[in-house]
T-cell receptor
Framework: RKEVEQDPGPFNVPEGATVAFNCTYS??????FFWYRQDCRKEPKLLMS???SGNEDGRFTAQLNRASQYISLLIRDSKLSDSATYLC??????????FGTGTKLQVIP | GAVVSQHPSRVICKSGTSVKIECRSL??????MFWYRQFPKQSLMLMAT?????????EQGVEKDKFLINHASLTLSTLTVTSAHPEDSSFYIC?????????????FGPGTRLLVL
């Protein structure tokens, strides 16, 4: 089983739709969690950290479920500019960083 | 947010030559930097973890003698691809760990596209 798993997609959604991605992790000792966004042929950029209590930043909501070992990202009112690959990142200890394979989102006009 | 630079952004070289890529944290000190490689339409793959003042830790399957990493200061790590071959052509991305309070975040450089002919 992979340490971090994501549905690769693609998720094709119309503008204005709400879309959710999940990411599961296998190591219960995982300590911190992030969502990154990667545009085609560019480096990943931090979208948001994921806190235990859940957190929201504008149209984006991230949640962590430690019992089931998954994190989620919800995007409301999708924009065309949201089209990208969303990477789930899990830190296990100080040195170990693991990326999911990414979920591709395509927002359609 | 924190800024990480990489140089060069793009390099084309002949097979057998060595290529050096620099990664700098511009406004923070990074005791740990990471080097990744990404082939087209694939995910980031961690190559090695670079710690300032000590030897890098390489992931399984990554040849340490081929991919030389030096982290000589808290703001600079270098990756040298020695005797590059066409199969080394890839997108190389570095990241630096920034610690603010209890939260640690990785910031990525813009990447270096390497094409080996």
């Amino acid at each position: 089983r992979k340490e971090v798993e994501q549905d690769p997609g693609p998720f094709n959604v119309p503008e204005g739709a709400t879309v959710a991605f999940n990411c599961t992790y296998s190591n219960s000792a995982s300590q911190s969690f992030f969502w990154y966004r990667q545009d085609c042929r560019k480096e990943p950029k931090l979208l948001m950290s994921v806190y235990s209590s859940g957190n929201e930043d504008g149209r984006f909501t991230a949640q962590l479920n430690r019992a089931s070992q998954y994190i989620s990202l919800l995007i409301r009112d999708s924009k065309l500019s949201d089209s990208a690959t969303y990477l789930c990142v899990v830190n296990i200890g100080y040195q170990k960083v693991t990326f999911g394979t990414g979920t591709k989102l395509q927002v359609i006009p | 947010g924190a800024v990480v630079s990489q140089h060069p952004s793009r390099v084309i070289c002949k097979s057998g030559t060595s290529v050096k890529i620099e990664c700098r944290s511009l406004d923070f000190q990074a005791t740990t930097m990471f080097w990744y490689r990404q082939f087209p339409k694939q995910s980031l793959m961690l190559m090695a973890t670079s710690n300032e003042g000590s030897k890098a830790t390489y992931e399984q399957g990554v040849e340490k003698d081929k991919f030389l990493i030096n982290h000589a200061s808290l703001t600079l790590s270098t990756l040298t691809v020695t005797s590059a071959h066409p199969e080394d052509s890839s997108f190389y991305i570095c990241s630096a760990r920034s610690s603010t309070g209890y939260q640690e975040t990785q910031y990525f450089g813009p990447g270096t596209r390497l094409l080996v002919l």
